[in-house]
């Protein structure tokens, strides 16, 4: 059973928001590095937020100050904040470990911005 269960996608216009979850089975959180990825339509998967078991974050120049990563540990749940989105954005948005773990890949959520 895949540890990572990712929700919270769907259709937004350019310049709103979404947030995303990342339901953890069986992984500490406090433990592992944790990242988003996303792969876009003919793309490869890339990394764009990650935040250290100790709660340190960085992001991929295209998605500062508009993403946020976090996480809940009571809920051992890890979550994208994404404002001002842009059609550029849309992607199936992954939640794994950083460095990843192949067998944690999940199902993934699409999100798509209109323009």
């Known amino acids: 059973q895949v540890p990572l269960v990712e929700s919270g996608g769907g259709l937004v216009q350019a310049g709103g928001s979404l947030r995303l979850s990342c339901a953890a089975s069986?992984?500490?959180?406090?433990?592992?590095?944790m990242g988003w990825y996303r792969q876009a339509p003919g793309k490869q998967r890339e990394l764009i937020a990650t935040?250290?078991?100790?709660?340190?974050?960085m992001y991929e120049d295209s998605v500062k100050g508009r993403f946020t990563i976090s996480k809940d540990y009571a809920r051992n749940t890890v979550y994208l904040q994404m404002n001002s989105l842009k059609p550029e954005d849309t992607a199936v948005y992954y939640c794994?470990?950083?460095?990843?773990?192949?067998?944690?890949w999940g199902q993934g959520a699409q999100v798509t911005v209109s323009s």
């Open positions: 794994n470990r950083k460095p990843p773990v192949s067998n944690w």
């Open positions: 069986g992984i500490v959180l406090r433990l592992n590095d």
């Open positions: 935040i250290t078991g100790g709660g340190s974050t």
